[in-house]
């Protein structure tokens, strides 16, 4: 049995609006291989540089890990321009143009779905429920690391960072998705695989919100935001078995 930090009552939620990295999509399965790609371009390929890149924003090379609530795990390609852009000479700019069209291009590596990805959202849809994803990404890299599996039908609203909702922990994204919805966001579940998901619920005044381990975040980091922690989307069918 799912044990949740306070009840939860399946007939209230009628939507779910899902974090795309780490929670739809394997994180680092992902996104290691695209930004070991982008550093070498910018670094020119200097190892060091490329390396120093990514710890800075918040790779662990010790553990070989994103870590949670770092700017790669919560921030948007402008968050990581800034910081990438005085480190190579380049402007904030030519480097978020640079990542956004590397990201969303699978040359630089192929998206990798979380366990039973689209079963579980077709499981969801299948209930009922309003299907939403809200990402840092950019909008075109919903479409370019989602279209491979069979699922980008089953969402009734896509967003990121850069569609004009604005970006997370703020509420504008969740708060969107009820405006096109026409449901109230105390109908909504927010799942995700950071605290900036979780806060985002929490600052649009969600009915409930679900942390899942597949991305970058450990459950003691997720657990103090979260009504509950799953293990991956696989396991939120239960919820309303």
């Known amino acids: 049995m799912i044990r949740a930090k306070r009840p939860f009552d399946a007939s209230k939620i009628k939507g779910i609006v899902f974090d795309k990295d780490g929670t739809l999509l394997d994180f680092h399965g992902t996104w290691m291989p695209k930004l070991r790609a982008a550093v070498s ?3 020119n390929g200097d190892a060091n ?3 120093t890149m990514l710890e800075i924003v918040g790779f662990d090379s010790h553990q070989n ?12 390609n402008r968050d990581i321009s800034l910081i990438w852009a005085p480190l190579v000479n380049q402007s904030v ?14 040359t630089y ?11 579980s959202l077709n499981q969801l849809a299948h209930l009922g429920l309003v299907l939403g994803v ?17 699922c980008l039908h089953l969402f009734d609203y896509a967003v990121g960072y850069d569609s004009g909702f604005g970006s997370k922990p703020g509420p504008g994204m969740v708060l969107g998705f009820c405006q096109h919805t026409g449901l109230k966001p105390e109908e909504v579940m927010v799942v995700g695989d950071n605290t ?3 806060h985002m619920g929490q600052s649009a005044g969600v009915g409930f919100n679900v942390g899942v381990l597949t991305g970058t975040s450990t459950r003691s980091e997720l657990i103090t ?14 919820l309303w078995a």
């Open 41 to 43: 371009e910018l670094a």
């Open 49 to 51: 540089v490329a390396l």
């Open 65 to 76: 890990r994103v870590l949670g609530g770092s700017v790669l795990a919560a921030g948007d």
């Open 93 to 106: 700019d030519r480097v978020e143009a640079l990542l956004n069209k590397m990201f969303a291009d699978s």
């Open 109 to 119: 590596g192929d998206s990798v779905a979380v366990k039973e990805l689209t079963p």
């Open 134 to 150: 809200a990402t840092m990404d950019s909008e075109a890299g919903i479409k370019a690391t989602l279209s491979d599996f069979g």
């Open 196 to 198: 900036h998901d979780l």
């Open 225 to 238: 935001d979260a009504d509950l922690v799953l293990d991956s989307i696989a396991d939120l069918r239960a």
